[in-house]
């Protein structure tokens, strides 16, 4: 998408978050790429996640990174489910954290349901990496260059030394330093930092036999990957070493190991238990198919008109109209059950909102209540519409003057509706399939089974880590994008 789009999506990101309401994630966000994923903006918290939090015997701050780790459940989808590849990187985890230089300490790792490229850990030990990520893989070392190296922000207490005065207090103002002027409290590490948990990520890896080189591998993946992506507009500025800089160092931490080529890859291992795996949004969490939005999650579709672009960001849905006139943030609301929709409008998380301006209103049957606030430089409708198993909101916001703001909202609204059982059963999600190379097969012939995403030699190419012109030989095990369904085979 051309450069002009994105920078207009960041324009909507900054307009929009100085009409929100509420602090948001202060995870230590610890993002593998140049690319940190998407925040939400959604602070009340559903239920609480089973399993035991890693251990510290400060008792309040047990209790601060427990809601730290709710908070980016919360912002990642949720937990990935899926015991198999669990298995996976958790023996990855062990086997690293055996050849730290604290092989006391103790990590739990969770797969989060996101499609972003981004892994995260917390000073408890809790290492967060996307199933995004993990598609990217191409064998066990890559991933254990991502996770040796969040192991290596714990290990140096990298999160706790941000803390002001070595006070610990996940909650406080960390995020000043890295959004500087916005509501969001999520932590950068500083270059420095990153740079010492990717010489002890190395050191890591290579003690444990895996090979130091899977760094340069999986950063290059992401790179390139990022380049594929369409521009999100929550992009926050980030305080990793950019991607050809970090790729430098990687590969000179490498070479202090070993030559390229000799350590041990488990690409099998790593191919057979990614084959299945979900691919780019989720529809119970939300998609966008063309113009539409789907969540068989909570049983909604809802469409723009012809002109619009779509961006998932996080659990938010952005859409930007060409030429900037109108954008809108359709997103997760918290809003209790006993609370009415009127109530909610007025309860002050959107600044401006005019009180008399609310009012009630059915769309297809489902409740809903709308109002309106003025800005400065723009004029916004609310939304709220309630599910039965939760609630959203679209901020829509126009610059006065350049159509009927109140028209172009309703005919907006009017497309909410509820999904039927027949669509909610379509809504399957994309996922990865680990096929054989055959005779005669070449990326191009292969790529034209991913019909299903865009670009897709380009996806090809870089989901198996090749370059172009490379060939394949028969034989060799490749990772497909296909919306069949497929499933994993049951392991023997
Ligand atoms: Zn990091």
């Known amino acids: 998408m051309a450069s002009a789009v994105f920078v207009g999506m960041r324009f909507i990101a900054r307009q929009l978050r100085r009409f929100r309401y509420v602090a948001g994630l202060a995870a230590f966000a610890c993002v593998v790429g140049v690319w940190p994923a ?20 400060k008792g309040d701050f047990l209790s601060a990174e427990r ?76 991933l254990a260059a991502v996770l040796s190296h969040e192991i290596g922000h714990v290990i140096s207490r990298h999160a706790l030394l941000q803390a002001p005065g070595g006070h610990v207090d996940p909650f406080g103002g960390f995020g000043a330093r890295a959004f500087a002027g916005s509501n969001f409290a999520l932590v950068g590490f500083s270059r420095t930092q990153e740079v010492e948990a990717d010489n002890i990520g190395a050191r890591m890896s290579a003690r444990a036999g895996y090979d130091p080189y899977g760094t340069v591998r999986l950063l290059n993946a992401v790179s390139r990957n990022a380049q594929l992506r369409a521009p999100a507009a929550d992009e926050a500025p980030s305080s990793h070493p950019a991607t050809a800089d970090r790729i430098n160092i990687a590969q000179s931490n490498a070479r202090r190991y070993t030559v390229p080529g000799v350590a041990e890859r488990d690409a099998a291992v790593m191919l057979a238990n990614v084959d299945g795996l979900v691919y780019g949004d989720d529809p119970n969490e939300g998609v966008v198919r063309g113009r539409q939005f789907l969540h068989a999650g909570l049983g909604f579709r809802f469409a723009v008109p012809q002109g619009y672009s779509l961006t998932r960001s996080g659990d938010a849905l952005l859409g930007l109209r060409g030429g900037g006139g109108e954008m809108l943030l359709l997103e997760p609301a918290a809003i209790p059950r006993e609370q009415n929709l009127r109530d909610y409008l007025a309860s002050g998380w959107m600044e401006n909102l005019d009180p008399r301006s609310i009012a009630e209103a059915s769309l297809h049957g489902l409740p809903a209540a709308t109002a309106s606030a003025e800005g400065s430089q723009w004029s916004f409708r609310i939304l709220v519409v309630r599910f039965d198993k939760g609630a959203m909101r679209l901020i829509f916001a126009a610059k006065p003057g350049t159509r009927d703001v109140d028209r172009a909202f309703r005919e907006l609204a009017d497309t909410f509706r509820p999904m039927t059982a027949a669509e909610i059963a379509e809504a399957k999600p994309l996922r990865l399939r680990v096929v054989t190379v055959q005779p005669g097969d070449s990326p191009a012939k292969l790529a034209r089974r991913m019909a299903a995403v865009d670009r897709p030699l380009e996806r090809f190419l870089v989901l198996n880590g090749l370059s172009a012109g490379q060939t394949l030989k028969p034989g060799d095990k490749v990772k497909l994008i296909t919306q069949d369904g497929h499933v994993r085979p049951a392991v023997k």
Do not use: C, H, K
């Open 38 to 57: 998407a925040v939400s903006r959604n602070s009340q918290m559903p239920a609480p996640v089973p399993g035991p939090v890693a251990t510290t015997n």
């Open 67 to 142: 809601r730290e780790e709710l908070r980016v459940l919360d912002a990642n989808g949720g937990v990935y489910q899926d015991a198999q590849l669990q298995g996976l990187v958790a023996d990855i985890v062990e086997r690293l954290a055996a050849s730290s230089d604290r092989p006391d300490l103790r990590y739990r790792v969770v797969i989060l349901n996101s499609p972003a490229v981004n892994a995260f850990s917390l000073p408890s030990g809790r290492l967060y990496v996307t199933r995004g990520l993990i598609a990217l893989a191409n064998d066990a070392s890559e």
